[in-house]
């Protein structure tokens, strides 16, 4: 088991042990806190990490001291800051993860991200996240909850439609055409691009291939309204709050923005890549 599965499972049983003492049940917290009760469980078994609101929101809610809930505050800290390896964090689970990025994206208000390796998962359609889950349970030999990620990822989208919030996304031209699923469902992909692009709080940028970058493209980041940035890599989920951080990320992603295409021009390029899926799909 990771250090970080451990320190996850020792919060969830802490926060555990502070409900059963105020005597009150899984259901009468998830009342007061107004969340889900799912999501009391899935704390409470170290199925979701409990980020410092949650925490803060479940002492006040059991009356625990304030000694007590700085003790849980600083280990939800330690989680968040964790750069633990990809291998072992997916071990716990797609979904797990899938829900501890859901609780990030409720507490953002606008979102700016710059993928450069596969199509955002805020835009995927459920059969292309299938693929890419598929590949990711494979390389990092992941529990087989395939399903259950993907009803997550697609419950995540939900946010995608509330007016309150700004979606700001950039890809290179080439995710359109990287071949990470079958060309049919390549094409339903894209078709939901194009509707992506259509919503009013959504700017949907490509970067075309003639464009001139500003620098090579490394690695995606997803920036959270201006506190936090999520840097995934190879073997590590990195996340960063340092403010020199924060801002390094905001003028890359402002630099990529400006290289890229939006609109009717953006759409033009993505049924391009729709053509060539078709051709493909051809006998």
Request: a negative charge; hydrophobic letters at 40%.
């Amino acid at each position: 088991m990771s250090g970080f599965q451990q320190a996850r499972i020792d919060l969830g049983a802490q926060l555990r042990h502070l409900r059963e003492s105020a005597h009150l049940s899984g259901k009468d917290l998830a009342e007061r806190l107004r969340w889900q009760p799912s999501k009391v469980s899935r704390i409470e078994n170290a199925r979701q990490t409990a980020t410092e609101d949650d925490v803060v929101a479940w002492g006040q809610a059991v009356a625990a001291g304030p000694d007590a809930i700085d003790d849980l505050i600083r280990q939800a800290l330690a989680l968040v800051e964790r750069q633990d390896s990809w291998r072992q964090r997916h071990r716990t689970g797609l979904a797990a993860l899938q829900e501890d990025v859901r609780d990030i994206e409720a507490r953002t208000r606008v979102f700016r991200v710059f993928e450069p390796g596969l199509v955002i998962g805020l835009l995927q359609t459920a059969e292309y996240a299938r693929h890419i889950f598929s590949k990711v349970r494979r390389l990092h030999e992941v529990t087989e909850d395939v399903d259950a990620a993907i009803r997550v990822r697609m419950q995540r989208q939900e946010i995608l439609y509330d007016p309150g919030r700004r979606f700001r996304f950039v890809v290179p031209e080439a995710v359109l055409h990287y071949r990470l699923a079958p060309p049919e469902v390549m094409r339903g992909q894209l078709d939901r691009l194009i509707a992506v692009t259509t919503l009013p709080n959504v700017e949907f940028g490509v970067v075309p291939f003639e464009a001139a970058l500003p620098g090579a493209p490394m690695h995606a980041f997803y920036i959270y309204n201006d506190t936090l940035v999520g840097v995934p890599t190879r073997t590590r989920d990195l996340v960063l709050r340092e403010a020199e951080d924060v801002a390094y990320y905001a003028q890359a992603f402002e630099e990529y923005y400006e290289a890229a295409v939006f609109g009717d021009t953006a759409r033009t390029l993505i049924v391009g890549a729709l053509d060539d899926y078709a051709r493909q799909s051809r006998p």
